[in-house]
């Protein structure tokens, strides 16, 4: 899942619901699943060997990635699908080696910041630099700064300077660009400090070539820790280059083409690890779906969708809905809805579905305004909850923010959900009572790491959630309906996807294995 990229959109902590009356936070032993969990396993285990066998990661633009594609579409052809590879260019960032920002410490001597204090921005440039830093337009005070937004700040900045910069108002490429060329040697931008921006700033400057200078992300106590001046060293090894990469997409061969169902997960990884979680998860669960409906009658076209570079900015699936948007409009206007499946097995996991109502979080201020749930996701939100109710099983909800996927489908007006398990965000005690778990620990500790391997998954609630997607597939595959009430296909083919039974029994399978937060 990409991170939030400017400004200051965050994703809020996901809430908890009741348990369907007189049933706990597990499904009885012996329900049935839609796909073997052992098949999802399997995807699962190639993933990881990819990367293994690729540096260790499967991000899009590099082999691993190819290595990733390339299985999905000889799986899918050996289903019977006719698989298509779409390829697009994308603009490829990896940071090579660790950046460090070594500050004056206690009695002067250097001190190099954690990884908790400091990270280098996406499209940042290489370098080493030594050389004083120098304030621009910024206070300590807690505030979305308009530091750095305009050439005017940097009046009477020496050249040479490492600028130092707060977030807020403008771009990080602004800000990184009006400091190259005012003769900055590095660029720091520290957090705005309000309440939930604390933390070192993880962001982006939005594309390669903004400077080719080392832009680095503080947090807030870093950044103020420096506007008393002093020397500062800083050094960046990064590749920021323009790349090609695929989506992968098939369908079924039956169906209305006219009342589309699509179903998506991102098939990269970050450069940083195998993303076996974050989001071979996913991509697992919706290809064990795809075999498992291969041959079999749907009233409504089942198109399933393996997006590239989505950890570059969601690049796979605005290219795809740009292309059909500018070449095949009849096409686009012909996806009923879309569903997303995106870290969906989460080792301290909760059962998320995707806010569709906002009935849990109104909608959150995206750059182009209020990020809203077309007409329809309410639907799709209570078709998940729906079948966790039917299996005993608690769920939740997450905020319908566009952070992943399917930002581009509601952009067009497409309804739209999915399901979630955490990534970041932490936890709850209410959550932990429901889920199982640990409290006041992350969903995903090994989130955007290299430790998000095999051994990052939930097997138990990774299960539970492809039946979950299975069963909501199957669903709208057979009517729309549910969607206006009134329109979509009127057909109620049950679709068999295949008797497999799994001991679900109470909480997650390795809530015992959790190590702590890192």
Same mark, same amino acid.
């Given at each position: 899942m990409?991170?939030?990229l /400017? ?8 809430s908890?619901?009741a348990?369907p009356?007189?049933?706990? %936070?597990?499904a ?13 396993l ?5 993933f990881q060997?990819?990367?293994? !066998?690729? #540096?260790?990661?499967?991000?899009s ?5 190819r290595g ?15 698989? $298509?590879?779409?390829?697009?260019? =994308?603009?490829?960032f990896?940071?090579v080696v ?6 004056p410490g ?9 990884? !908790?204090?400091?990270a280098?921005?996406v ?6 630099? *030594? ?10 005070a807690p505030?979305a700064?308009t530091?750095?937004?305009e ?7 020496t050249?040479?300077?490492?600028a ?8 990080f490429g602004?800000?990184?660009a009006?400091a ?5 040697s590095?660029?720091l931008?520290f957090n ?18 903004v ?8 947090s ?12 500062v060293?800083v050094?960046a ?5 323009? $790349? ?9 061969s ?20 195998a993303? /076996? #979680?974050?989001?071979g ?7 064990a779906?795809?075999?498992?409906? !291969?041959?079999?009658?749907?009233a ?7 997006w590239? %570079? ?15 948007k ?7 206007e ?6 997303? =499946?995106?870290?969906i097995?989460?080792?301290n996991?909760?059962?998320?579905v995707?806010?569709?109502?906002h ?10 305004g209020?990020v ?26 997450t905020?319908?923010?566009?952070r ?5 489908f509601?952009?067009?007006? /497409?309804?739209?959900?999915?399901l ?5 965000? /932490?936890? *709850? ?17 090994c ?10 998954v ?6 539970e959630?492809?039946d979950?997607a ?8 057979a ?26 029994? #109470?909480?997650p399978?390795n809530?015992?294995?959790v190590?702590?937060?890192?």
């Amino acid at each position: 899942m990409t991170a939030a990229l /400017i400004g200051t959109l965050a994703l809020s902590a996901p809430s908890a619901v009741a348990a369907p009356p007189g049933e706990g %936070a597990g499904a009885a032993a012996g329900t049935a699943t839609a796909v073997p969990p052992e098949q999802v396993l399997e995807h699962l285990e190639v993933f990881q060997a990819v990367a293994h !066998a690729n #540096n260790g990661n499967r991000a899009s633009g590099t082999p691993g990635y190819r290595g990733s594609a390339d299985y999905v579409v000889g799986r899918l052809r050996a289903a019977g699908y006719a698989p $298509r590879v779409q390829a697009f260019p =994308f603009p490829f960032f990896q940071e090579v080696v660790p950046t460090t920002v070594a500050v004056p410490g206690p009695g002067g001597a250097p001190r190099t910041l954690t990884a !908790a204090e400091a990270a280098v921005m996406v499209y940042s440039g290489s370098g080493t630099v *030594t050389a004083p830093v120098q304030a621009v337009d910024t206070t300590a005070a807690p505030a979305a700064s308009t530091s750095g937004c305009e050439a005017e700040d940097f009046t009477g900045f020496t050249a040479g300077s490492v600028a130092l910069l707060q977030r807020g108002t403008c771009t990080f490429g602004v800000k990184a660009a009006n400091a190259a060329a005012a003769g900055a040697s590095a660029v720091l931008i520290f957090n705005t400090g309000l309440p939930g921006e604390e933390g070192v700033v993880a962001g982006t400057l939005g594309e390669p070539g903004v400077t080719t200078l080392p832009v680095v992300g503080l947090s807030h106590a870093a950044g103020t820790a420096l506007l008393g001046g002093g020397e500062v060293t800083v050094t960046a090894q990064t590749v920021s280059e323009t $790349r090609q990469t695929y989506n992968v997409l098939a369908e079924t061969s039956t169906g209305d083409p006219g009342n589309t169902v699509m179903v998506g997960a991102h098939l990269d990884s970050v450069p940083e690890g195998a993303g /076996i #979680n974050d989001n071979g998860s996913g991509s697992a669960g919706i290809l064990a779906i795809a075999e498992a409906l !291969a041959g079999t009658e749907t009233a409504n076209t089942v198109r399933f969708a393996w997006w590239g %570079a989505e950890e570059f900015g969601l690049r796979g699936s605005r290219h795809y809905v740009a292309d059909l948007k500018a070449n095949d409009a009849a096409a686009l206007e012909n996806v009923a809805l879309y569903l997303n =499946f995106d870290m969906i097995g989460s080792p301290n996991h909760g059962r998320f579905v995707y806010d569709g109502d906002h009935s849990a979080f109104p909608p959150v201020q995206g750059p182009d305004g209020p990020v809203t749930a077309p007409e329809g996701s309410a639907a799709i939100e209570a078709a998940f909850h729906e079948h966790f109710g039917s299996v005993g099983l608690a769920s939740g909800e997450t905020e319908f923010s566009g952070r992943s996927d399917y930002g581009p489908f509601i952009a067009e007006g /497409i309804p739209s959900g999915g399901l979630f398990t955490g990534a970041e965000g /932490i936890k *709850t005690a209410e959550q932990a009572a429901l889920f199982g778990g640990r409290a006041g620990v992350a969903y995903d500790f090994c989130y955007h790491a290299r430790c998000d391997d095999l051994a990052n998954v939930d097997v138990r609630g990774l299960a539970e959630m492809t039946d979950a997607a299975a069963a909501v597939v199957r669903r709208f595959a057979a009517s729309t309906q549910d969607l206006d009430g009134a329109g979509g296909q009127q057909g109620s083919r049950e679709l068999p996807l295949g008797p497999a039974t799994v001991d679900q029994g #109470n909480g997650p399978g390795n809530a015992a294995e959790v190590p702590p937060a890192r």
